[in-house]
């Protein structure tokens, strides 16, 4: 008779303290049972697949061994935490990744005590995890702070302005580098294994301490050359220099998908008295998935997919993408002035500019994950003449901002700027929403800023930037597609500051900036089938205002409303402050503004984030007919 099958170990653990219940022999079917969960949870919801899969040992290990939550472990950047979710209470809702009341794509503090602290923006782990373990040092209570950083986010200078300032922490905190694509690596195996085991040992930690001792009762001379001598020893042999000089005892490289190299050396790093310390951990990417493995991209992010063939959900044809719109009207740009360049953020293919670095791979950077050096090179690329266009999402532009002011604004520099993600973004939610950039710009003296009502008008604006060279411009733009209408064959240099009227009427006027202005003639139309004449104007501008349209839509309509895709503050202020300055509002105008509400929304489809946002049709119809009940004689009554 046949064995029956054994119960599934995963099954059998919910949390990290059921998990450290098992044998050390019994964790590499747990961790593939973990890499098989992790697939066949992302084919159902789509999201972050490739870097889940390259941790699932790693986080296994991790969690293994350490006191998960009373140690804080900070994952960098966030989509690498599929595998951690399903091991800490999660798995029962893991399929709801990403969707409308279901789990985040990244970390999260409000969903479980075992994300300390959110990580959707990269190199943020050492700084906070630093902060755990220095918190804990001044309490004198137990806990580490343990920073997983990878994925590139090591590209960023704010993870080593933290490892610079780390060494107050002591063996609190533990840095453990995924290494899975940065190229940083020596060859790992066997030696290097066991030479990071000896290396991370607590006898020889204790014989390093003891000879560190008596190098300090030596003549200065004698010390110093004894020091050198530690540190050359070990870099010759395991690398990590770079790390020791900033504080750290480096012990690596180590297979990050070999569970039995890994868990005594984090069991060694655990309990030594030395530290910080940073543990050097190769992974790869998308590993234990050959469809994953295969693809040049390593599926760092994919649509629903079947599992067995690894073939993506295609989404039915539609309209181009705003990002390969403006793609493709900047190489048409840069075929005909060779002082356009284009600079982006560790974002080449999700900012369309993987276009123009193959046209044009001299005048193309892809800086990293450091929008800051980003943004003030591309100053300095303007202030020497050049004409460049720094494309980056409005949410990572947000850590940029001091250098758009300081090196850019200050300076009245002519960079361009392409704000990619404007608005809502749908799965990815609160973190990676572009909500405040009108704000956070057009607050600036002399920075034109732009918002793209459709594709068409995205084209006119890209070839509208490239020509201006007064000073800095914007130009804003949502994700996905667009809405479909014809991509004009030559672009128009657009007027600063004018916008259009695409629909006239009498008594509604709806000032509509970005791409807001299909839901406003939605509502026009209804608004028209209640009797109620109504004007629709596309703004284009925030910033600056046209003023003189923006006066005559004020004094020759009952009810004006504006709506954008932007927090409090932005498009709709400026026009309320511009009212006020002018007196208008004095004279009884109902003027409402729609924009973003203050609060941050979840993950959801863009439609329904708009529905709760109140931006769209529906909404504005409401607004103005609740401003027309308010009016006494009551139009909207007289008309219901």
């Known amino acids: 008779m046949a064995d029956l099958p054994s119960t599934p170990l995963l099954d059998t653990v919910s949390t990290p303290d059921d998990l450290r219940k098992l044998r050390p022999d019994q964790l590499r079917q747990l961790a593939d049972e973990l890499r098989t969960e992790t697939i066949s949870a992302v084919g159902t919801t789509g999201g972050h697949l490739g870097s889940g899969l390259g941790v699932v040992e790693l986080t296994t290990a991790i969690h293994y061994v350490f006191d998960t939550p009373r140690d804080r472990l900070v994952w960098d950047v966030g989509h690498q935490c599929y595998p951690h979710k399903i091991l800490t209470g999660r798995r029962d809702r893991i399929r709801t990744l990403r969707q409308g009341g279901g789990l985040s794509g990244f970390t999260k503090r409000s969903e479980s005590e075992y994300d300390p602290f959110g990580a959707a923006h990269s190199s943020t782990s050492i700084s906070a995890a630093l902060g755990f373990a220095v918190a804990n040092k001044i309490a004198g209570t137990p806990g580490k702070g343990i920073a997983v950083i990878g994925d590139g986010a090591m590209s960023a200078g704010m993870a080593y302005e933290a490892m610079n300032n780390a060494e107050q922490a002591g063996n609190r905190l533990i840095v453990i580098l995924n290494d899975n694509d940065m190229s940083i690596a020596p060859p790992v195996g066997g030696l290097s294994a066991y030479l990071s085991r000896i290396v991370s040992s607590r006898e020889f930690l204790g014989i390093r301490e003891l000879a560190k001792k008596l190098a300090r009762r030596l003549p200065r001379p004698f010390h110093n050359a004894a020091r050198k001598t530690d540190e050359f020893a070990r870099g010759m042999t395991m690398g990590g220099t770079l790390f020791e000089e900033l504080g750290f005892y480096y012990v690596g490289p180590i297979d990050g998908h070999n569970l039995e190299h890994l868990i005594p050396v984090l069991e060694n790093v655990r309990d030594a008295e030395e530290g910080p310390i940073l543990v050097h951990v190769v992974t790869k990417k998308g590993k234990g998935y050959g469809p994953a493995e295969a693809a040049a991209d390593k599926y760092h992010g994919v649509q629903k997919f079947d599992v067995i063939s690894g073939v993506q959900t295609k989404a039915p044809p539609g309209p181009p993408q705003y990002q390969n719109v403006f793609g493709a009207q900047l190489v048409a ?246 009212a006020s300055d002018e007196g208008l509002i004095d004279g009884g105008l109902k003027l409402r503004t729609l924009r973003l509400p203050d609060v941050y929304q979840d993950q959801d489809k863009p439609e329904v984030q708009y529905a709760e946002a109140g931006l769209d049709a529906t909404a504005l119809v409401d607004t103005v007919l609740k401003a027309l009940r308010h009016n006494s004689g009551g139009v909207a009554e007289a008309r219901a």
């Open 333 to 578: 740009e840069a075929a005909k002035d060779p002082r356009i360049c284009a600079i982006t953020a560790a974002m080449p293919s999700g900012t369309g500019l993987d276009a123009f670095a193959k046209a044009y791979p001299d005048r193309f950077f892809d800086v990293g994950i450091a929008e800051q050096h980003g943004v003030t090179f591309a100053a300095g690329l303007a202030a020497q003449g050049m004409r460049p266009f720094c494309a980056i999402y409005s949410t990572f532009l947000q850590r940029a901002y001091d250098q758009v002011v300081h090196d850019v604004a200050i300076q009245n520099l002519p960079v361009r700027f392409a704000i990619d993600r404007a608005g809502l973004v749908g799965a990815d939610g609160a973190t990676h929403a572009g909500s405040f950039d009108v704000t956070y710009l057009a607050t600036l003296p002399n920075f034109v800023v732009m918002a793209a009502a459709d594709e068409a008008e995205l084209v006119h604006m890209t070839h509208t930037a490239a020509q201006y060279d007064t000073g800095p411009i914007a130009v804003r733009y949502p994700r996905g597609n667009g809405t479909g209408v014809a991509l004009p064959e030559i672009p128009q240099l657009l007027e600063i500051g004018k916008g259009r009227v695409v629909r006239e009427g009498k008594t509604v006027a709806i000032l509509s900036l970005g791409t807001r202005l299909e839901e406003a003639l939605k509502a026009a139309e209804v608004l028209e089938a209640k009797g109620l004449s109504t004007t629709v104007a596309d703004l284009r501008f925030a910033k600056p205002l046209d003023v003189d349209l923006i006066r005559k839509l004020l004094t020759t309509h009952e009810v004006a409303v504006t709506i954008e895709e932007n927090s409090v503050g932005g498009f709709g202020a400026h026009v309320l402050t511009m």
